[in-house]
């Protein structure tokens, strides 16, 4: 494309991080799971509880790093989280003990959150034209599907059995990454801002912004929503103890990946005059759908499932793209990585999914499940309605 020419170095840079970082974070979390049953012996419940506390502190590092890098510069927050990912990994090469595999997994996770917030961030900041912006961020997330599908596969094929050497391949990795970070960035990460706000009056001001809180509730009810698919519906498809079921999670999941990968492009082309708006609105009706679909397909109907899938990551495809979009509107340029950073809440939704998800499936059965998530989509649509008009009479930001 003819855009990618008029990206600055440090974004291409960018997206060749975001593709490497997604692609070792894909690749690692599902292996901490298997690593500690297989070879510590962990419960489930131990074990989902360790995986839990690591996306809260991806959550709670990314909100940290966000309003810091406003008043540090964005660099030396990169650089610092890269060196602890570095590290952490660097040492299992040689120890591959229970204590610093737990250090591997907090540094993932913090790594993962933290380094996702202060790319956004550089993009907003080293990009004026507003078009220019929304393909990078179009790419950045282009990216981060791409490590999505190549991270489990890796992870599968190659950390799992041959541990030392992958440690050694991220490694190497991180550190080129590192060194190229510095060269690239230099010194023009440093904030903005004309005012540096301290932490405490930057959480504030997040916090009193009435239109982006709404913004992040219609979010993280998006990702409670969509991360069903990933967990539940793997539930549901084990309790039917068929090997046919089984097999089809895997093609599922394989078509959700293929789907973003060929249609990303083409089809926000597609919708490229709609409103903002109206791409979020076409987004969610896109995921109810889906889910109506989910709750009525006769479980051997195997057309079905795909067909759900297929409209589900349509939808996927709208809304996570305008994500980023939504919040650099929002932001104030001298809060930017605050705003980004408290965005990540958003994931709790992906916290909260597979236990809001069983627990309605145990009490419910599948087709109350997902008619309720149908249901949840309409208070989506609610919420951000009302963030809109929020937005409208308190920044004035959305013209369409």
């Given at each position: 494309?003819?855009?990618?020419?008029?990206?600055?170095?440090?974004?291409?840079?960018?997206?060749?991080?975001?593709?490497?970082?997604?692609?070792?974070?894909?690749?690692l979390w599902?292996?901490?799971?298997?690593?500690?049953?297989?070879?510590?012996?962990?419960?489930?419940?131990?074990?989902?509880?360790?995986?839990?506390?690591?996306?809260?502190?991806?959550?709670?590092?990314?909100?940290?790093?966000?309003?810091?890098?406003?008043?540090?510069?964005?660099?030396?927050?990169?650089?610092?989280?890269?060196?602890?990912?570095?590290?952490?990994?660097?040492?299992?090469?040689?120890?591959?003990?229970?204590?610093?595999?737990?250090?591997?997994?907090?540094?993932?996770?913090?790594?993962?959150?933290?380094?996702?917030?202060?790319?956004?961030?550089?993009?907003?900041?080293?990009?004026?034209?507003?078009?220019?912006?929304?393909?990078?961020?179009?790419?950045?997330?282009?990216?981060?599907?791409?490590?999505?599908?190549?991270?489990?596969?890796?992870?599968?094929?190659?950390?799992?059995?041959?541990?030392?050497?992958?440690?050694?391949?991220?490694?190497?990795?991180?550190?080129?990454?590192?060194?190229?970070?510095?060269?690239?960035?230099?010194?023009?990460?440093?904030?903005?801002?004309?005012?540096?706000?301290?932490?405490?009056?930057?959480?504030?001001?997040?916090?009193?912004?009435?239109?982006?809180?709404?913004?992040?509730?219609?979010?993280?009810?998006?990702?409670?929503?969509?991360?069903?698919?990933?967990?539940?519906?793997?539930?549901?498809?084990?309790?039917?103890?068929?090997?046919?079921?089984?097999?089809?999670?895997?093609?599922?999941?394989?078509?959700?990946?293929?789907?973003?990968?060929i249609f990303?492009?083409?089809?926000?082309?597609?919708?490229?005059?709609?409103?903002?708006?109206?791409?979020?609105?076409?987004?969610?009706?896109?995921?109810?759908?889906?889910q109506i679909?989910?709750?009525?397909?006769?479980?051997?109907?195997?057309?079905?499932?795909?067909?759900?899938?297929?409209?589900?990551?349509?939808?996927?495809?709208?809304?996570?793209?305008?994500?980023?979009?939504?919040?650099?509107?929002?932001?104030?340029?001298?809060?930017?990585?605050?705003?980004?950073?408290?965005?990540?809440?958003?994931?709790?939704?992906?916290?909260?999914?597979?236990?809001?998800?069983?627990?309605?499936?145990?009490?419910?059965?599948?087709?109350?499940?997902?008619?309720?998530?149908?249901?949840?989509?309409?208070?989506?649509?609610?919420?951000?309605?009302?963030?809109?008009?929020?937005?409208?009479?308190?920044?004035?930001?959305?013209?369409?």
């Amino acid at each position: 494309m003819k855009i990618i020419k008029q990206f600055p170095t440090s974004i291409n840079a960018i997206l060749l991080g975001a593709l490497s970082i997604r692609t070792i974070y894909y690749m690692l979390w599902p292996f901490f799971a298997v690593v500690f049953d297989r070879d510590f012996g962990l419960s489930i419940i131990t074990t989902g509880a360790l995986i839990a506390s690591g996306v809260l502190v991806s959550i709670i590092c990314s909100i940290y790093a966000g309003i810091i890098s406003d008043r540090v510069g964005r660099k030396l927050i990169l650089i610092t989280t890269l060196s602890i990912l570095l590290t952490s990994t660097f040492f299992l090469i040689f120890i591959q003990n229970f204590l610093f595999y737990l250090i591997l997994l907090y540094s993932v996770a913090l790594g993962k959150g933290v380094i996702d917030t202060i790319f956004k961030a550089i993009i907003s900041d080293a990009i004026q034209d507003v078009e220019v912006r929304k393909h990078a961020f179009y790419f950045l997330y282009y990216a981060i599907n791409i490590g999505g599908a190549i991270g489990p596969f890796l992870g599968v094929s190659f950390a799992l059995v041959y541990p030392s050497s992958t440690f050694i391949a991220i490694s190497l990795t991180l550190l080129v990454l590192l060194i190229s970070f510095v060269f690239v960035f230099e010194n023009k990460l440093s904030s903005i801002s004309e005012k540096k706000y301290s932490f405490f009056e930057s959480l504030y001001i997040v916090r009193k912004d009435k239109p982006f809180i709404l913004l992040i509730i219609s979010f993280l009810l998006i990702m409670l929503v969509f991360d069903q698919f990933d967990s539940t519906l793997v539930q549901f498809f084990s309790r039917q103890n068929s090997s046919e079921l089984i097999s089809l999670v895997g093609a599922l999941m394989v078509i959700n990946c293929v789907t973003v990968l060929i249609f990303q492009f083409p089809l926000l082309k597609l919708i490229s005059s709609f409103s903002d708006k109206v791409k979020v609105y076409l987004g969610i009706s896109l995921f109810a759908i889906a889910q109506i679909i989910f709750a009525s397909t006769p479980v051997f109907l195997f057309l079905g499932w795909i067909l759900a899938t297929i409209i589900l990551t349509l939808g996927e495809i709208i809304l996570f793209s305008i994500i980023n979009l939504q919040i650099d509107k929002m932001a104030p340029n001298n809060l930017k990585g605050a705003y980004f950073g408290a965005a990540n809440l958003y994931s709790l939704g992906l916290f909260l999914a597979p236990l809001t998800g069983g627990i309605l499936l145990e009490i419910f059965g599948r087709t109350s499940l997902f008619l309720i998530m149908g249901g949840i989509c309409l208070i989506i649509f609610i919420t951000y309605k009302k963030a809109l008009i929020a937005t409208s009479k308190d920044l004035n930001c959305y013209k369409k």
